[in-house]
């Protein structure tokens, strides 16, 4: 089986919020892109609503490229304490807390979830602006940290 780099992170040991950049790789043409874990609730202790992440899910799409706009993709982690985020280039976990907290605050003054139809998404009825408002308000009041371990 070929190898997983967030298998081998011992989910054991981390400290959640955090932001852990997790692989940084060039392409044949010299492109490099960063790739991080944007953990927002302990791994095996907590877990997000569906609609909980979805929503930010939606949210963070657009926030997120305010601040960052070499953004590739954001996306749910399928345990549902987290995000991965894909950028193009040298981006460092600071900016991507930057980004985080920026985005956080805007999902708060936030009173619709974007693209949240049937044109739009692929399962719009499973969304929550007031669970959106829950988990972002969460873990700004924690903070997220560049160090990843307990
Ligand atoms: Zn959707």
Redesign the pocket.
Known sequence: MVKVESFSLDHTKVKAPYVRKCGAQKGVNGDSISKFDLRFLQPNEEVMPTAAI?SL??LLAGFMREKIDTIIDISPMGCRTGFYLTAWGEVEVEDVIEALEYSLNKVLDTEEVP??NEL?????R??SIELAHEYANKAIKKGFSSEIFK
């Open positions: 979805h899910e939606h693209a949240a739009q998404c692929g399962n719009y499973d969304h």
